[in-house]
């Protein structure tokens, strides 16, 4: 299963919006470049935070594969004994 192309696009012109182009119409005043700095932070973190996400499940940390014997033993010494049939 591969990344698909739509939410990576939808979620980038997004987050490109809110750090790209709110920036631009913020109305002047004596914060708006502090304002400007927010919202282009805001855009590049939320977009950072929900791409490494999205990234981890093309991949998920799985825990090792173990052969049928050592489930077995691990099964018998847990004291949940699976009946062993070849």
């Known amino acids: 299963m ?3 192309a739509l939410p990576l696009i939808l979620f980038t012109l997004f987050w490109g919006g809110v750090g790209g182009v709110l920036p631009i119409i913020v109305p002047k005043g004596p914060n708006r470049g502090i304002i400007q ?3 282009m932070l805001t855009g590049v973190c939320c977009w950072l ?3 490494c996400c999205y990234v981890a499940q093309m991949n998920p940390l799985i825990g090792p594969k173990l052969d ?7 099964a018998r010494q847990w004291g949940d004994p699976i009946p062993y049939t070849p």
């Open 68 to 74: 049928r014997y050592t489930l077995l033993i691990m």
């Open 37 to 39: 700095v927010i919202l």
């Open 49 to 51: 935070f929900w791409f």
């Open 2 to 4: 591969g990344a698909a």
